[in-house]
């Protein structure tokens, strides 16, 4: 059994900085590619930063230059920093790994439950 908690959605002012934890636990052997999403109301899930085992990242141009993601592999953690936010930056933000568990020779795909970030004055 593997989860994914993430943490640290809230609201902030349009300009404002918020950071995102998502912290993987469980049978948990090897964690290789982590990556957040998000999905606003009405729209599709949309891919807002990558960052593989050693820590090369990719992000899409609506966030990059504003978005961070780093990782902690000792505490099996992602986090993502979001500075100069902006009102369509709102939407539930999912925390997603690729995961081999103990006892596997697979490698599975996880995703956390999803934490709100509301932009807005």
């Known amino acids: 059994q593997v989860q994914l908690v993430e943490s640290g959605g809230g609201l902030v002012q349009p300009g404002g900085s918020l950071r995102l934890s998502c912290a993987a636990s469980?049978?948990?052997?090897?964690?290789?590619?982590m990556a957040w999403y998000r999905q606003a109301p009405g729209k599709q899930r949309d891919l807002v930063a990558t960052i593989t085992y050693g820590g090369n990242t990719n992000y899409p141009d609506s966030v990059k230059d504003r978005f961070t993601i780093s990782r902690d592999n000792a505490k099996n953690t992602v986090y993502l920093q979001m500075n100069r936010l902006k009102p369509e930056d709102t939407a539930v933000y999912y925390c997603?790994?690729?995961?081999?568990?103990?006892?596997?020779?697979?490698?599975?795909?996880?995703w956390g439950q999803g934490t709100q970030v509301t932009v807005s004055s």
């Open positions: 997603n790994a690729n995961i081999k568990p103990y006892g596997s020779g697979g490698l599975y795909n996880y």
């Open positions: 469980g049978n948990i052997r090897s964690i290789y590619d």
